[in-house]
């Protein structure tokens, strides 16, 4: 026989075409899979345009978080500098001030202090000084090297302890005649090269000026309240005019009698920083 037949009658060769015809069916089928990647990949960007609409949203909302901050570091910063000369003055002659807080710069108090007049000079020169030298070193820090800093200072001070001695000795004789001195004395004071090194060095010309008036105001406002309760209790004279017409205490015009106005006053403004402003006396001047 040239043909096999099975059970059923039907020729084995006519099978295998009807196998074949299954295989491209299931190819058929894979296409259609593959179909659905592409709509799987299609959901991809969507999820991406969710997260750079949300990262939008974040950035919009940090935004305008930082533009909110960046408005209030404005209105701080403008409040700061609208306040910052009255704060300035009140700290150079209340926590910060030479005599009565760091109790430095003493000579010219006990020396110099007997007289209202030349107390108020004295501090007039000391402030007009101090407020200059600010202005210059601020001027010159980025030019400053710091090796050569103390001596640059030093030289900026004398200069203009040389332009307040000389101005003073043509157009203020009497009272140069007797602190003469003590004006050039100046270039020596600890306070002055302090606050060129520790404040002016590093900050610029209108905070170095605010500094210099508040550091120059309480100075002379040390030696006028000094000045002004020896000559009193001294002399019985204010300015040179009688007022008391007699000599309460002599005992004020001697060296013993400023160190004895400036212990008092140097105790009372002490309590005012304890009280008013939550210091610690004089143990804590260094730390305002």
């Not at 940090?62 to 533009?67: C, D, F, L, S, T």
């Not at 710069?105 to 020396?111: D, F, K, Q, R, Y």
């Not at 601020?138 to 090297?145: A, D, M, Y």
């Not at 200072?153 to 004789?173: C, Q």
Request: glycine residues 12%; neutral net charge.
């Amino acid at each position: 026989m040239e043909h096999n037949h099975n059970a059923g009658g039907i020729p084995a060769s006519d099978i295998h075409p009807a196998a074949g015809d299954v295989r491209p069916a299931a190819s058929d089928v894979r296409p259609a899979a593959g179909d659905v990647r592409p709509a799987a990949s299609d959901v991809r960007p969507a999820a991406g345009d969710v997260r750079s609409e949300k990262s939008h949203g974040e950035e919009g909302r940090g935004g305008k978080g930082h533009g909110e901050a960046a408005d209030a570091g404005a209105l701080n910063l403008h409040h700061e500098e609208d306040s910052g000369f009255v704060q300035t003055v009140l700290v150079g002659i209340f926590k910060d001030n030479t005599i009565f807080r760091l109790a430095i710069s003493l000579c010219p108090v006990i020396a110099v202090t007997n007289s209202l007049r030349n107390g108020f000079m004295m501090g007039a020169a000391v402030l007009f000084v101090q407020v200059m030298v600010n202005i210059n070193v601020s001027l010159l820090r980025n030019f400053i090297h710091p090796r050569i800093r103390i001596p640059i200072y030093m030289i900026i001070i004398s200069s203009w302890v040389t332009i307040t001695d000389m101005t003073m000795a043509a157009f203020f004789r009497d009272v140069y005649k007797q602190m003469g001195l003590y004006i050039q004395l100046i270039v020596a004071f600890a306070s002055i090269l302090a606050r060129a090194d520790s404040f002016a060095s590093k900050h610029k010309i209108k905070s170095s000026f605010y500094d210099g008036i508040g550091m120059g105001l309480g100075f002379m406002f040390a030696m006028v309240v000094i000045s002004f309760f020896r000559e009193l209790l001294g002399k019985g004279t204010l300015w040179g005019i009688d007022v008391v017409g007699a000599k309460p205490m002599l005992i004020m015009l001697l060296p013993t009698g400023g160190f004895l106005a400036v212990g008092i006053l140097m105790g009372f403004f002490n309590w005012i920083d304890i009280r008013f402003y939550g210091g610690k006396g004089a143990g804590g001047a260094s730390g305002h």
